[in-house]
């Protein structure tokens, strides 16, 4: 996939190199010249560049790229500026950081499709978000190995877990299922509710909108994500 983070400090370095590390192409963008040159030998690509100028974004590969993150966190105004700039420009996917809740509040006014929290989460963790196709979350055990939360595939709606062979065929250990469901709260509000089953039975139906909490070894996670 094709990626392009703007702002090189230490989320957005460590993202951008995570994500080339996986194989991805990723532009890194900042206007620190320092940084564009002492990252460049770690990142597909590097560019020294101002992300809040119209002009210049034009110029990037926008319509081939399938994901851009802001990870500006220093200057609230630049983050949502360039924010701003890069949906006018409707990109595929927008992912902005989120320095507070101000900050949220003003990103999803903006309509950004997905927000960032970096005192709380790693590049690590959103790297993996980011690249794995159905990912919703996950936690790494390890260089190695992790448990991840991913919707579940189109080729196991309707299975139960001994028929889906997951362990046989992946050598994952599903943990357990999260139901998915839209409900109104009492002010008519459309809420979406997760409830999680419980320790998984292999009898445990799948269904479309359910979540499958699996444990395994990085490599299975990712071959059986690819299947889908």
Not at 1 to 7: A, D, E, N, R, T
Not at 80 to 96: D, E, G, I, W, Y
Request: with cysteine.
């Amino acid at each position: 996939m094709k990626y392009i983070v703007v702002g090189l400090g230490s989320f957005g370095a460590s993202l951008a190199e995570k994500l080339t590390e996986q194989g991805n192409e990723v532009i890194g963008i900042d206007t620190n010249m320092n940084k564009v040159d002492n990252y460049k030998e770690r990142i597909s690509h590097t560019i020294c560049m101002d992300a809040t100028d119209e002009f210049t974004v034009s110029g990037l590969p926008l319509r081939d790229t399938d994901m851009v993150v802001i990870a500006i966190g220093e200057n609230k105004g630049a983050n949502v500026m360039s924010t701003a700039l890069f949906k006018n420009f409707q990109v595929k996917r927008l992912v902005s950081r989120a320095i507070d809740s101000l900050h949220e509040k003003v990103l999803r006014a903006i309509g950004v499709d997905e927000i960032v929290h970096p005192e709380a989460e790693s590049a690590e963790r959103w790297a993996k978000k980011l690249c794995l196709k159905g990912v919703v979350d996950s936690f790494e055990l390890s260089d190695d190995y992790s448990i991840i939360e991913v919707t579940v595939p189109k080729r196991y709606h309707g299975k139960n877990i001994i028929e889906s062979h997951i362990r046989e065929e992946y050598n994952l250990l599903v943990l357990t299922t999260i139901a998915c469901s839209v409900e109104k709260s009492f002010i008519g509000k459309t809420i979406n509710v997760t409830k999680v089953k419980g320790v998984a039975n292999p009898k445990d139906t799948l269904n479309e909108n359910d979540i499958l909490v699996v444990y395994g070894a990085n490599n299975d996670i990712k071959r059986f994500l690819k299947d889908d």
